[in-house]
């Protein structure tokens, strides 16, 4: 199993619609995860981290965090044209004194038509 | 970006040659990482620094070799050695106990 793994996508949503992003996690990644977004071109920017199990709402996007099941996801409501970018989801590396260490997934591209 | 500049944007480097990319930092971040991005893929960690005059290796060092001599600086040499080195090159630095990796605008380095 890889350390992290996205759905593979890619996701298209009409305008307005719930985007959903999944991610899988390993034991060897840590209980905290980061959803980043990444335009074409451009350096990925972080938009919503969670460490604890439950939901993160901040804005649009709501994070979910479920330990015992291993997953972690977002979701983007009201979805915009401006979303349309891929999504990449890390967690932190397990254990040891390498902290901020992170494991990325390998991204969804996510496709928001008018 | 904020206060994390990646030179050059674009670099061109011929088989054969070794090529460095610089990474600078003024945000006062004692960890800064390195990282390679293939088309369709996630990130990949090549080297890390946690304090000056140390770092590690991530999980694709071959090929590469850094440099930490000072904190606001960590240069990346791509190699000969590496045998694919056409990629999307980001430097990534962290505060502790902020949790958050800021990351560069990236260098995208092709081999002729």
């Known amino acids: 199993q890889k350390e992290v793994e996205q759905n593979s996508g890619p996701l298209s949503v009409p305008e307005g619609a719930i985007a959903s992003l999944n991610c899988t996690y390993s034991?060897?990644?840590?209980?905290?995860f980061f959803w980043y977004r990444q335009y074409s071109g451009k350096s990925p920017e972080l938009i919503m981290s969670?460490?604890?199990?439950g939901d993160k709402e901040d804005g649009r996007f709501t994070a979910q965090l479920n330990k015992a099941s291993q997953y972690v996801s977002l979701l983007i409501r009201d979805s915009q044209p401006s979303d349309s970018a891929t999504y990449l989801c890390?967690?932190?590396?397990?254990?040891?004194?390498?902290?901020?260490?992170?494991?990325f997934g390998q991204g969804t591209i996510l496709t928001v038509h008018p | 970006d904020g206060g994390i500049t990646q030179s050059p944007k674009y670099l061109f480097r011929k088989e054969g040659q070794n090529v460095t990319l610089s990474c600078e930092q003024n945000l006062n971040h004692d960890a800064m990482y390195w990282y390679r991005q293939d088309p369709g893929q996630g990130l990949r960690l090549i080297y890390y620094s946690q304090i000056v005059n140390d770092f590690q290796k991530g999980d694709i060092a071959e090929g590469y070799s850094v440099s930490r001599e000072k904190k606001e600086s960590f240069p990346l040499t791509v190699t000969s050695a590496q045998k694919n080195p056409t990629a999307f090159y980001l430097c990534?630095?962290?505060?502790?106990?902020?949790?958050?990796?800021?990351f560069g605008p990236g260098t995208r380095l092709t081999v002729l």
């Open positions: 990534a630095t962290y505060l502790q106990y902020t949790d958050t990796q800021y």
């Open positions: 890390a967690g932190e590396n397990a254990g040891g004194t390498s902290y901020g260490k992170l494991t």
């Open positions: 969670i460490y604890s199990n």
């Open positions: 034991d060897r990644v840590s209980q905290s």
